[in-house]
């Protein structure tokens, strides 16, 4: 395993990178405040050295989520293009449109299927499941639906899931996202499709993006990646063959954060057990 060189800030990288594909939650903002170090560091690197295209694995198309970054003071000049899980996944969905679908997930999800020509139904008269999170994420987990899945598994439903993130940081808690439910019908049988972090179809959208930026092709080699998820926002750029700043204080926080700082020996076991490598490595993100 390669051990992550720790840089002070994104300024010791200027001179590695023309593009940034930088995480959300846990990078920029918690779901409730924004983090103005990570801002300014993104918005100086857009102005200074080129484009910032944000990468989320929200299951709301982007266009649907900006209201969200202006509400947690996300300053626009610290993004130039904005990629959602939502955006890869609606392509899945309008494959399996009209359904039925059982949507599973809070009534805020709801643009993610704005003219896909679905309809929807009871799980029992279901085609297939849609899902963005559990319905209530601040009461609910897995758990709550496994009754429900193992029904559905044993009859072949396939689940189209639009976040496969296992948990986000929500201020100072973890809630449960979309992927953890993905996860537990896997286990239980059931088949499972995802177009965001860590597969494929969300990193082909952010490079069209950065191409239409760059206004011409873009050297994969000078993209770098930055995320605090390991299974999603590492694995995702390791499997693109993409460099990866990892932000350790977002959602594994306490096992790599301690009373100094960042713990490499820490960091080391955590990216090792997960199979997983990060060139790079911040408490978090600056400049």
Known sequence: MITPAT?????DLTDR???LLSDVWGVIHNGRESFPEACAALARWRAERGPVILISNSP???KDVVAQ???LKVPREAWSAFVTSGDATRR???ERAPGPAWRLGPDRDAPLYEGLGLSFSRLDEAAFIACTGPIDDETEGPGDYQDRFEAAA??????VCANPDIVVQRGDRLIYCGGALAQLYETLGGKVAMAGKPHAPIYDLCVIEAERLAGGPVDRSRILCIGDGVATDVKGANAQGLDVLFVAGG???AETIGPDGLNA???GRLLAQEGAEARWAMAALGW
Do not use: F, T, W
Request: negative net charge.
């Open 7 to 11: 840089p002070q800030g994104l300024s």
């Open 17 to 19: 990178y023309d593009v």
């Open 60 to 62: 709301r198309p982007s």
């Open 69 to 71: 970054l202006d509400s």
């Open 92 to 94: 899945l969905l309008a």
């Open 154 to 159: 044993a009859r072949g439903l396939e689940m």
């Open 251 to 253: 959602i594994h926080g």
């Open 265 to 267: 020996e820490a960091l």
